[in-house]
């Protein structure tokens, strides 16, 4: 059972103007985390097993994310064997998420008109998805739009049938529809009936008026406002955006995990390209930014591993500004360094969001923004900007 | 050639030994046992019920490496073990594997103190081809056991190398949480890697290529990635 408790709500932030207040949530799992936190998503996980390291990535909330396809949903609810491959890819995820306290799946159903045709559609697909999800703590409903079964019977039913219901919403969605849904949501966590809520990312500003209603209603809520997809960084600066969501009171942050990946064929500009988390800053820098203190202070923690060589190598050809001779050396080069960046971004991101949470507990919580000069104009001044899709 | 059958000897770690040193190495055991060394048992114990959420590791190969792990990079730094060795651990097909490790399991298995699961799962290799699966098969090993109960055992020899249990117990849960997300695949690149003279025997040791002393070579990439690229 997991059970949510709002143990503080920061005043002290009003004298920096901020638009939005964070807050701090204490959750109670098998044990205890605060909020905010930054979600591990399923691939930072298999970028893990793909370089050698024994390091621990704190992932007190952990997510699958899978995406269905109009096809791929049509096929899920009509051909035998579908669900295996959802579950499988569950059970994968979950067997390196087995120390998670939360383990969610977010499911995100691409144009779902004319597939629920009848009440009996939904209650089959919410039974082969409770199937698929068995091995989470969870049971997550996917968003989706459909006139057979009234949203509040539907969401009702759903906290009524299973354990640990996380519901999810579309920022996207059109205001109105999204204000009723988010009312009817406000009386299930009233009534305790509902602990999570997932939030598919939309950009601010293109969804300031959603973020808004979400905020006003839910903000002083006890429920867990898990925010899925955020870009990792703003454009300009490059600042962590993860770390700045916690500031419009999301408790719980995963990056975008991305539908489709191609690797890079050109290896040096895949190394010349990866980027890691500047924790001095919040920056999400490439490697060659860094001068050779602020490199050396980034790894750091990561120069034990018997992985140190990779680093080497990519900061060898870095360097020479070419490859070694060898390109299957370079490419496998190329292939770890990057898989080793999207692990620091984790491990690294995790601590900041720790230290933000201990901090907005108390007044500490102004030196910190302070320290991080890029984050506090952000914060203060984002509605100001003029720089339209950046948030 | 007396030459290279002692560098043979040497390199290989698999000893065979005659009657007299049969006796010696096993009274040695026993010795340590007197010494109240933690045992393999209670080392499986120690490992699988650390961290308080969620006491389990899913698949063999992963808690069989744990355990090694466990001697290697915690028991031997904080002056418990003398290393791997101790509980028998040898090169084999799949990087270090101890047979006392696996016997330990079962007894433990059968004195109820571990719960194993077992699973499969059939996936088609080949689309067109009805016959072609390949068989995965997991396992899961979980204990009811406190890690306060096992470690209590060894209250007298944690005091006297002044071990706090907090201390020890943060270590292990640290580095046990570590291996758990890295999966069996994560671990064997790791301990692959990390401990090169227990892969001489392994039948994987060209699948999970690593950087040995800053050089990789084009054998040491898998015939697998080969063909990625190639494609």
């Known amino acids: 059972m997991i059970e949510i408790k709002e143990v503080y709500e920061d005043d002290s932030v009003d004298r920096l103007k901020l638009r939005y207040r964070p807050r701090v949530l204490k959750i109670e799992a098998s044990s205890t985390l605060y909020t905010p936190t930054r979600v591990i998503v399923d691939t930072e996980y298999k970028n893990k097993t793909k370089f050698a390291n024994e390091l621990e990535i704190d992932d007190a909330i952990s997510i699958v994310v899978n995406y269905f396809e109009r096809e791929q949903l049509k096929s899920f609810l009509s051909h035998n064997g579908e669900l295996k491959k959802l579950k499988e890819k569950i059970d994968s995820f979950g067997r390196q998420a087995t120390d998670s306290k939360i383990r969610v799946l977010s499911l995100i159903l691409k144009n779902t008109e004319g597939i629920f045709n009848t009440k009996e559609d939904v209650e089959k697909f919410f039974r082969f998805l409770d199937s698929a999800q068995l091995n989470l703590n969870t049971r997550s409903l996917p968003y989706f739009k459909t006139d057979k079964i009234p949203t509040k019977k539907l969401y009702e039913d759903f906290c009524k049938t299973f354990e640990n219901p996380v519901i999810w919403i579309n920022l996207k969605e059109e205001p109105n529809a999204f204000k009723d849904r988010i009312d009817i949501l406000e009386t299930l966590i009233t009534e305790k009936r509902l602990q999570v809520i997932g939030i598919h990312y939309a950009k601010y500003y293109n969804a300031n008026i959603n973020y808004d209603y979400l905020y006003t209603r839910l903000h002083d809520k006890e429920v867990l406002l898990l925010l899925e997809g955020v870009d990792r960084k703003f454009k300009d600066p490059p600042l962590s955006a993860l770390h700045f969501y916690p500031y419009l009171s999301f408790d719980a942050i995963s990056p975008l995990r991305k539908q489709y990946g191609f690797g890079d064929t050109d290896y040096l500009k895949s190394i010349k390209n990866t980027t890691f988390l500047f924790r001095k800053n919040l920056f999400l820098e490439k490697f060659n930014i860094f001068s050779e203190t602020d490199r050396e202070e980034v790894l750091a923690d990561y120069k034990i591993s018997p992985f140190l060589s990779v680093i080497n190598q990519a900061e060898e050809m870095r360097r020479n500004d070419k490859l070694s001779k060898d390109l299957t050396a370079a490419r496998y080069v190329s292939d770890q360094f990057k898989a080793f960046s999207y692990v620091q971004q984790a491990i690294d991101g995790q601590k900041e969001m720790k230290i933000i949470s201990k901090l907005s507990k108390g007044s500490e919580g102004i030196t910190y923004i302070e320290e991080k000069k890029e984050l506090k104009k952000k914060i203060t001044n984002f509605d100001q900007e003029k720089m339209y899709n950046v948030i | ?231």
């Open chain 2, 1 to 231: 050639m007396m030459k290279r059958v002692i560098d043979m000897l040497e390199k290989d770690y698999n000893k065979v030994f005659n009657l007299k040193q049969a006796t010696a190495y096993i009274e040695n055991l026993d010795a340590n046992k007197a010494n109240k060394n933690i045992n393999v048992e209670d080392a499986i114990l120690l490992l699988l019920s650390v961290l308080d959420r969620n006491k389990q590791i899913i698949s063999r190969t992963l808690l069989m490496k744990a355990v090694f792990l466990f001697y290697e990079e915690i028991l031997k730094d904080f002056g418990l073990s003398k290393g791997a060795s101790e509980a028998g651990y040898i090169a084999y097909k799949y990087g270090p594997y101890s047979y006392q490790v696996n016997l330990s399991l079962i007894t433990l298995v059968l004195k109820g103190d571990v719960m194993l699961k077992e699973y499969h799962s059939k996936q088609k290799v080949d689309v067109n081809d009805i016959n072609s699966s390949k068989t995965h098969f997991l396992a899961s090993y979980s204990t009811n056991l406190n890690f306060e109960d096992v470690y209590n055992k060894y209250k007298d020899l944690f005091a006297q190398k002044h071990i706090n249990m907090q201390e020890f117990k943060n270590t292990l849960a640290k580095k046990k949480h570590g291996w758990d997300q890295d999966s069996y695949i994560g671990i064997l690149r790791y301990v692959y890697s990390k401990y090169p003279r227990y892969i001489n025997k392994s039948e994987l040791r060209d699948v999970y290529p690593d950087l040995f002393y800053g050089i990789i070579k084009e054998d040491k990439v898998s015939p697998y990635d080969r063909n990625k690229r190639s494609l």
